[in-house]
């Protein structure tokens, strides 16, 4: 059984920091294709960041610049690096993960119909 977990979240005024991560059990994380995404209220779940199976990464435009993805796969954990963090970056981060290939484009354009593993979310808010 294939679990994700992600821990880190919290409340940040804006221009601030914070590093939300990733936990995959069940599986080897480097044999997944593993994203973030958000959903903001009122909003659909949008890709954020995501690293393909080869390692390869790729970004929202929103987030370019200012949020890295990494994934250790000793640990098995995926991670998000979020920086000069803005009010419009508040929503709930999930973190999803596939075995299927893909390349990083894809998980993040089309991840909400390519991801079956998904975690629980972590909420993260940014203040003005």
């Known amino acids: 059984q294939v679990q994700l977990v992600e821990s880190g979240g919290g409340s940040v005024q804006t221009g601030g920091s914070l590093r939300i991560a990733c936990e995959i059990s069940?599986?080897?994380?480097?044999?997944?294709?593993m994203a973030w995404f958000r959903q903001a209220p009122e909003k659909e779940r949008e890709g954020v960041a995501s690293?393909?199976?080869?390692?390869?990464?790729a970004y929202a435009d929103s987030v370019k610049g200012r949020f890295t993805i990494s994934k250790d796969n000793a640990k098995n954990t995926l991670y998000l690096q979020m920086n000069s963090l803005k009010p419009e970056d508040t929503a709930m981060y999930y973190c999803?993960?596939?075995?299927?290939?893909?390349?990083?484009?894809?998980?993040?354009?089309?991840?909400?119909?390519?991801?079956?593993?998904w975690g629980q979310g972590t909420q993260v808010t940014v203040s003005s």
């Open positions: 690293i393909a199976n080869d390692g390869s990464t």
């Open positions: 069940g599986a080897t994380s480097s044999n997944y294709a």
């Open positions: 999803a993960a596939d075995p299927f290939r893909m390349t990083a484009k894809q998980a993040l354009e089309l991840g909400n119909k390519l991801f079956n593993f």
